[in-house]
């Protein structure tokens, strides 16, 4: 298959694609939707000059950042992006899922107008700077390699609508949730160790695997007892080890863990288990579930896994931010901003996910994987290639977008522009 067969199936999978995801909003919205998914994946980057230069269109070039900037702007489009796609994602989403919810930085260490630009800890330099926040979803399941990307809101906790964390964290789980009816298992790290996530979770009957900081009291029978002094007298008779591979290669890490029964003295009547993992660090690694562990090693690792499965999905989210720049984002008003990040979630779906879920698809996709060319081979990780080869090819076509399409079953019909 050639670059010009192949950039004809991505615009029309773009096409398909973006018609289910622009669902319910009006046809100058479902452009600027469709254009973006486009454009992203086109040059590799969240600036509007660079998706203008991919839309090729025969207006000057400041016309249509202006075309972009207002309609990203559209009161409702954010909101409606993210329903249609929760939507489209949940039907992938079932009981035993792995809902890895993340909250991660965009610095913007140079930025001085962007509105209600925030103070945010860059991750990884791990230092104070200027930037925002974005609380992410991602879905995925023990022992496969897949990622489902669902959910991503950018945030300032200096804009005037921003009311806590804790709420940006509860809201990204009910968005979740009600396209989902509840199903999936959510894993979070020990920034939800808070009574204000975790008793709403378990009055709703939600099943989740939280990293505990150390200092939260938990109840074996009718005494209360530090988290900490638990995990010291928890018998951690099973033993395993994983392997990582980080930026100096790959390192092995010997494990013993075990599980024992707690309760949240906060819901006293809901039965929990902490499970103990140690050889990670100094301290011991402490997951509170609703999951019963069993009586079994194997079951009881089903639950670390679960927990270790967070190392993917921060993979993912650096996928994101590399792969689309969005650390460059230049837009400066907020609305704008917070539009764009939702639209990237849903750019690294269609890569992710939308490409690669069909049979007839999947020459396609080998056929971007080997357009990367890259000098070492493709990695294990292979969205990067994915998303570099669907930039090389789009980025070598000569052909433009035609007018918008709204999808009907199979078929597609063209809307003129007014």
């Known amino acids: 298959m050639d670059d010009a067969k192949a950039a004809y199936r991505i615009r029309a999978q773009v096409e398909r694609f973006s018609g289910n995801l622009s669902e319910g909003l009006p046809k100058v ?15 590799g980057s969240v600036r509007l000059s660079e998706i203008g230069r991919a839309l090729r269109e025969p207006i000057p070039l400041k016309k249509v950042i202006e075309r972009l900037g207002r309609q990203l702007e559209r009161p409702g489009l954010r909101e409606q992006v993210r329903t249609n796609q929760l939507r489209e994602a949940a039907r992938l989403i079932g009981q035993d899922t792995l809902l890895v919810l993340d909250p991660t930085d965009v610095t913007k260490p140079y930025a001085r107008e962007m509105e209600h630009l925030a103070t945010v800890r860059d991750g990884s330099k791990k230092e104070l700077g200027p930037g925002y926040w974005c609380m992410s979803v991602i879905a995925a ?33 009910r968005a979740v949730e009600t396209a989902t009816a509840g199903r999936g298992v ?48 928890t018998r951690l008779r099973y033993r395993e080890s994983v392997v990582r591979e980080g930026p100096e290669g790959e390192r092995i890490y010997p494990l013993r863990f075990g599980a024992r029964a ?40 089903r639950l670390v896994e679960a927990y270790l499965t967070r190392w993917r999905v921060e993979e993912t989210i650096r996928f994101i931010k590399q792969s689309y720049q969005l650390e460059d984002i230049r837009l400066l008003r907020y609305d704008r901003l ?14 992710a996910v939308y490409l690669g879920r069909r049979a007839k698809l999947k020459i396609l996709a080998r056929h971007m994987l080997d357009a990367a060319q890259r000098i070492y081979g493709i990695p294990e990780f292979r969205l990067y290639a994915l998303a570099d080869g669907i930039k090389q090819i789009l980025f070598s076509s000569n052909r433009t977008l035609g007018p918008p399409s709204v999808q009907l079953g199979d078929q597609f019909i063209l809307l003129p522009f007014g």
């Open 29 to 43: 919205a479902r452009r600027v939707v469709r254009d973006v998914l486009y454009g992203v994946q086109a040059r």
């Open 262 to 301: 707690v309760r949240l003295p906060e819901r006293p009547e809901v039965r929990l288990w902490l499970v103990v993992v140690e050889g990670f660090g100094e301290h011991p690694l402490m997951l509170l579930t609703t999951l019963d562990p069993g009586r079994s090693k194997r079951s009881v690792w």
């Open 141 to 173: 399941h023990r022992g496969s390699a897949e990622v489902v990307p669902l959910y991503q809101e950018l945030y300032s906790q200096e804009a005037p609508d921003f009311t806590s964390e804790n709420e940006e964290i509860l809201k990204a789980i």
């Open 338 to 351: 917070r539009t764009m990040a939702s639209l990237i979630m849903a750019v690294a779906y269609f890569a």
């Open 186 to 233: 959510w894993v979070m790290d020990r920034g939800a160790d808070r009574r204000k996530i975790l008793v709403p979770l378990l009055k709703k009957g939600r099943r989740f695997v939280v990293r505990l900081q150390g200092d939260r009291h938990l109840r074996v029978g009718e005494e209360s007892h530090a988290t900490r002094d638990l995990a010291d007298s």
